[in-house]
């Protein structure tokens, strides 16, 4: 069964599923440089089932890095990889954080080290996408001029075909130029913008997302200018949006989930959620897949020339969130849905 929509991403000039599997999740537990990375209950064979799913039912695109699950997202995708038409997927992975031998993540020579780790997991001799994971570029930047460097020569050479960035949580480009608590890490987006010239980033987009005024640009306005693609994350807010944590029975995350430490999954931030969701909730219902709808097709429609990555776990997460799409929001509805969660916030 193949169903699934497409779109030509800007950037990589390449028709691609409308969904994309987000392949960190299946890396499992990780720590990098002692901070936890990974996530909890992920079995390796029921991971790779779910990317077997995840294929079967016509996504196309995949997206991992070096550090999800230090190297065991990659290798479960390289297998899948031995097993489908390498040339009809568009892989992509990152680069920029991974801490295990000293150096920084940006040296060259680590750099060269993690390209070809990951070109070796994925038993490919290409990426379609490599993005820098990380905006530390040593101090002043010492390592960014030798990683643009590299970027271009590997594009050169064919061992990648499009650099990926990634943009600010929340982005407005008109806060660069305004004193305020965003604009440090807006001017110094648009400065590595600048130098690096990306063809995709990837951005946060959600249901939670703040709702940006007229005269703001916002993430995905800014790439339309620029003819770049967007990748967009946490469409799910990792779970938060379907219902999966119940503030008054909050699951218990190891300290190699990264939700461990995250304030988001604390119990009075998933208490305070769940009373911003209810009236979501009371209109739309529990089902995670009737959430999973909303949250997909809110971001889709908001961004009809971005792809739309979504993490899981399982066969039944993948697939529920491929086959949950139905029909698209209506004008009506999207409305609603911002009047119901952001009831203050300028239209
Ligand atoms: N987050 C970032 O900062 C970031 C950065 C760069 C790239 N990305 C990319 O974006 C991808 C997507 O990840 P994300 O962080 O944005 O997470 P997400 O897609 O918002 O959420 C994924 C998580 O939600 C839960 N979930 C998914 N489908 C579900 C279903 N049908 N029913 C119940 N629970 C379900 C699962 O967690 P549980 O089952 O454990 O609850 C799953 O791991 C990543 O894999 C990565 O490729 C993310």
Redesign the pocket.
Known sequence: MDTMQHRLLPGLGRTVSVLGA????VGGPAANNGIPIG?D?VDPDIAYAALRRAHELGITLF??ADVYGLGRSERLLGRLLREIDRDQVIISSKVGYFAGTGAHPYHPRQMCHQLATTLDNLDTDRLDVYFLHSTDFGEHDRYLPGAINLLAAWCEQGLIGAVGM?APHAFAEEWAACPGPRQAETARFLHLFDRIRPNVL?ARYNLLSPLYRPDETDIFTFARRYQVGVLI???????LL?G?HDPDRPRRFSATDHRHTDPRFAPGALRRLADTLAPLRARHGDH?AAL?RIALRYAMQHAPDSIV?????NPE?IQ??ITCLGDPLTDEEITEIRDLLHPRSPA
Request: aromatic share 10%; charged share 15%; hydrophobic share 35%.
């Open positions: 987000g392949c960190w999740t996530w209950d997206d991992t990634r990837t994350k946490q469409v799910l807010a990792q779970g379907l999966a995670p999973a990555l979504t993490g899981f776990r997460q529920t969130n």
